[in-house]
């Protein structure tokens, strides 16, 4: 399998803020505070409430619609 280091993230799930260092050939990876991975939110404290409000969004969104 080939990694491209430019388009790999890196999340460490932890309730303190941590930092880690991890390369692919030498490249450093990026590390985030939130990454989007098919259509679901995943934050570095590992809480969804982001993720709910999204979907909330969404939701009222539809419905203001039938309405």
Do not use: W
């Not at 390369?23 to 098919?38: D, N, P």
């Amino acid at each position: 399998m080939r990694m491209n280091a430019s388009k790999t993230k890196c999340l460490v799930l932890s309730r303190y803020p941590a930092h880690c260092f991890l390369q692919i050939k030498g490249e450093a990876m990026e590390q985030v505070e939130k990454f989007k991975y098919l259509g679901t939110v995943f934050t570095r404290d590992g809480k969804l409430d982001e993720e709910i409000d999204r979907r909330i969004g969404v939701a009222s969104g539809v419905l203001s619609e039938l309405a």
